[in-house]
């Protein structure tokens, strides 16, 4: 447990009770279903800025544990390629999405080919958005500051951060976020003017990093690159875009809200990086590197910034924690239990229940794989694979394919990726050297799926 003033405490304290406060304000009762999914399909572009930047940057302690490992490679391979894969996505899809009827992908999926395909795309679009890497992040920080341990720690933080939901739907999500987001860049945006000022400048990280920091590929081979390169394709089937898209005021809102949002997430590219590149140089050796950014604040900062540092980290996991959660729960209980036993989740008991459900499963996960970036390796290679060309192509007709070759296609890429994994599962993630042929997961998932498209294309 670290060392917090009384000032930090106050501060925490007072970030905690906004964001409740503000998301039960927020939880007003919805009158339908559409209204508890979507909110009525009214996010301004402000709005639409704010939550889609905050929603989609949660994995602070990843981030800090990568930048830790490999320098400015953090950049290079959690940065510039989602900022091109989210370029690609509002010129391409922004505009037809928010141009259909729809609230979810698996709804997408079922007008588009069938609810076999569907209720496949459900099943794998809700292992995609398992909040269970911002339930360790939030449980760590948590026990970083309370000294509670980190089952208790996983479970309180899932209940704050989440109980809202249960009343107020899309709408407390989104109106959480904008503080989020304030907050998160007000944490990092005092510490490194503050970690320049006290240990030096670009000379002192230099110094006092291997080489290989200051390297694009940080030491990392290019197929480690490549696979992570692979795995921000993400970012074209990923739930929270195509949400804040069907959510979006118009086609115009969804496509320049995404253009938009890529300078903010550069600029906190920026300032994680060097955040986590002084940390490597002012402590160059600790134990579990997914704590980088809370030792450097015990090290560095003074009560009152550290407290708000601490804000900004818990700001940028939780404004993610409840998104979510709360588009996983809204697949497990509309698309899944909805299709299944629509007399269990009539109106909206069934993304209740389904958020209930998916607050569970997500602690569970934490406890048996404890690593961020290894939930995210564990999820990104084995489910993108399945879903990105039915989903994708779904949204051009001349692309599309009959729905058993879609259904085909999806569950080619993900069989053949998560068999390829668990073939070469040796319980550290990314172990190339451990899977057949020495190909990474993703790769083959990949192929099967084109070939069967193509396939499919040919028929």
């Keep these: ?3 917090f003033s009384s000032e930090d405490y106050l501060i925490l304290v007072a970030y905690f009770v906004l964001v409740l406060v503000i998301g039960f304000v927020a939880s007003r009762k919805q009158s339908s279903t559409t209204g508890f999914l979507l909110a009525g399909r009214t996010l301004t572009l402000p709005l639409f800025v704010m939550t889609l930047v905050s929603s989609w940057y949660g994995g ?17 391979v959690q940065g510039l390629p989602y900022y091109l894969f989210a370029i690609l996505f509002a010129f391409l899809l922004a505009g037809r999405i928010r141009a259909t009827s729809l609230h979810t992908i698996p709804e997408h999926l079922g007008a588009t080919y069938d609810a076999k395909t569907a209720l496949l795309g459900a099943g794998l679009t809700f292992l995609l958005t398992s909040p269970a890497p911002y339930i360790l992040m939030i449980g760590i920080l948590l026990q970083v500051v309370l000294g509670w341990s980190l089952t208790v720690c996983l479970i309180v933080g899932t209940v704050v951060t989440t109980a809202y939901l249960f ?5 407390a999500d989104v109106y959480t976020d904008m503080v989020e987001f304030v907050v998160m860049f007000l944490g990092f945006g005092i510490a490194v003017p503050y970690a320049f000022i006290e240990l030096g400048g670009f000379s002192f990280v230099s110094e006092n990093v291997p080489p290989s920091h200051l390297t694009w590929h940080g030491g990392n081979s290019w197929q480690f690159i490549a696979v992570w390169f692979l795995i921000a394709l993400w970012t074209l089937v990923d739930p929270a875009f195509h949400q ?3 959510a979006a005021r118009d086609e115009k809102t ?3 809200g995404i253009l938009l949002s890529i300078p903010f997430w550069f600029l906190f590219d920026a300032l994680t990086a060097a955040t986590g590149l002084y940390a490597r140089a002012a402590m160059p050796e600790i134990a579990d590197p997914v704590m980088a950014f809370p030792l450097f ?4 900062l003074p009560p009152v910034l550290k407290g708000l540092f601490f804000a900004g980290m818990l700001a940028t996991v939780m404004s993610t924690l409840n998104t979510m959660t709360f588009i996983s729960g809204t697949t497990l209980g509309h698309d899944i239990l909805g299709r299944l036993t629509p007399g269990l989740a009539k109106g909206n008991n069934g993304t209740r229940i389904g958020l209930l459900v998916t607050a569970v499963v997500g602690i569970v996960l934490c406890l048996l794989v404890p690593s961020v970036i290894g939930l995210w390796y564990v999820i990104g290679t084995t489910i993108i694979p399945g879903l990105l060309i039915p989903v994708v192509t779904g949204y051009f007709p001349r692309l599309r394919l009959s729905a058993p070759f879609a259904f085909a296609t999806m569950l080619s890429g993900w069989l053949v990726s998560t ?4 073939a070469g599962w040796s319980g550290s993630f990314a172990d190339t050297e451990a899977y057949p042929l020495g190909i990474e997961p993703m790769f083959p998932g990949l192929v099967a799926a084109g070939v069967v498209w193509v396939a499919g294309r040919l028929r």
Excluded: D, K, P, Q
């Design 1 to 3: 447990m670290m060392t």
């Design 60 to 76: 602070i302690l990843g981030v800090g544990e990568f930048s830790y490992l490999y320098g400015i490679s953090n950049w290079i």
């Design 167 to 171: 009343t107020g739907g899309f709408r």
């Design 244 to 246: 804040r898209c069907y």
């Design 254 to 256: 969804a496509r320049n």
């Design 297 to 300: 604040a015990e090290l560095l």
């Design 419 to 422: 068999a390829w994994l668990l």
